[in-house]
């Protein structure tokens, strides 16, 4: 079974520019999750979608938006780039209903830096 | 106050040692129970899950959770340098969002 992809693995952008990070997650999976991974900051929830709705939202600027398509991939847009935005962003996935729901499987993350 | 507490290390052991990783939690609301494992530049691995309190072993790896002390622990038994990783706690109550700890870096030497 394929694992959680995202792509790309890295990315470097400048401040004020955007940029649009993807995840695919587990065949069967229809909730994706986006976390940042900033040092010495630890994992931080950002968004949920599920059925191609936001459904919770972390302490994040409105700049941090994101939509999950038909297929349940995803996609997480950061506007108006920000030094402090250089972090890794993870993708995670799980079942959207039952008991399982908590478990969360990871991809790999992709690496933003913002020069 | 952070909601989860985790001290982060670092931690180095020899090879063949009992490791105790522990995270301390301030929301008694917080009902599921994760460990996950993190090699250098790479996602979290999902290792144990556990809901509400109660221990539960998987090979070389037992976690436990005590909702009455807000504590949570995962022992690795006959540490291996293949162990050698960041492990981060994870809790939920059930709103879909993981709370994390700040994650312990371990060493494990040969």
């Known amino acids: 079974e394929a694992g959680v992809t995202q792509s790309p693995t890295h990315l470097i952008k400048t401040r004020g520019q955007q940029a649009t990070l993807r995840c695919s997650p587990i065949?069967?999976?229809?909730?994706v999750y986006w976390y940042q991974q900033a040092l010495g900051l630890g994992l931080q929830f950002l968004l949920w979608?599920?059925?191609?709705?936001?459904?919770n939202r972390g302490n994040f600027p409105p700049r941090f938006s994101g939509r999950q398509f038909p297929n349940y991939s995803s996609e997480l847009n950061v506007n108006a780039l920000e030094l402090e935005d250089s972090a890794l962003y993870l993708c995670?996935?799980?079942?959207?209903?039952?008991?399982?729901?908590?478990?969360?499987?990871f991809g790999p993350g992709t690496r933003l830096l913002v020069l | 106050q952070k909601e989860v507490e985790q001290d982060p290390g670092p931690l180095s052991v020899p090879e063949g040692a009992i490791v105790s990783l522990n995270c301390t939690y301030s929301?008694?609301?917080?009902?599921?129970f994760m460990w996950y494992r993190q090699y250098s530049r790479k996602g979290p691995e999902l290792l144990m899950y556990?809901?509400?309190?109660g221990n539960k072993e998987d090979g070389r790896f037992t976690a436990q959770v005590d909702k009455s002390s807000k504590y949570i622990s995962l022992f690795i038994r006959d540490s291996q340098p293949s162990d050698s990783a960041t492990y981060l706690c994870?809790?939920?109550?059930?709103?879909?969002?993981?709370?994390f700890g700040q994650g312990t870096r371990l060493t494990i030497n040969p």
């Open positions: 979608y599920d059925e191609g709705e936001e459904r």
């Open positions: 065949s069967g999976h229809t909730s």
């Open positions: 995670a996935s799980s079942r959207g209903q039952g008991p399982s729901q908590e478990t969360q499987y």
């Open positions: 994870a809790m939920s109550t059930g709103a879909q969002k993981l709370v």
């Open positions: 556990t809901y509400s309190s």
């Open positions: 929301n008694s609301a917080f009902q599921y």
